[in-house]
């Protein structure tokens, strides 16, 4: 069976840190663009970060640049998410995504919009 789940998501104070994984069964996530996602309370979903396959090439919002950092391990088939400095505003659900397109840009900015199935997310709640 083909999945992505999403973990590391808790509550965390103004400033703290948190590390979210994205892990893979079923298929090897280093041959996708892997990219990781959020959707605030009423908000639309907004792209944040993608990778590309073998690890080569990122690409990141510029709302969130220098505060997060993609990355993976091929040994364990999941991509992490490092997320610093976390603000308020920053509260959501994050998810992840992966799929064969051959751009980190167009995964993060505009193909994400086109993907049916999300898995349920980690929660993320910055609040002190």
């Known amino acids: 069976q083909v999945q992505l789940v999403e973990s590391g998501g808790a509550v965390v104070p103004p400033g703290g840190s948190l590390r979210l994984s994205c892990a893979a069964s079923?298929?090897?996530?280093?041959?996708?663009?892997v990219g990781w996602f959020r959707q605030a309370p009423g908000q639309e979903r907004e792209g944040l970060s993608c990778?590309?396959?073998?690890?080569?090439?990122?690409f990141y919002n510029k709302a969130i640049k220098g505060r997060f950092t993609i990355s993976s391990n091929n040994a364990k088939n999941t991509v992490y998410l490092q997320l610093n400095n976390l603000k308020p505003e920053d509260t959501a659900v994050y998810h992840c995504?992966?799929?064969?397109?051959?751009?980190?840009?167009?995964?993060?900015?505009?193909?994400?919009?086109?993907?049916?199935?999300w898995g349920q997310g980690t929660l993320v709640t910055v609040s002190s």
């Open positions: 995504a992966a799929t064969r397109t051959p751009s980190t840009y167009a995964l993060c900015t505009t193909e994400y919009k086109s993907l049916e199935e």
């Open positions: 079923g298929f090897t996530l280093d041959d996708y663009v």
């Open positions: 990778i590309g396959a073998g690890g080569t090439t990122t």
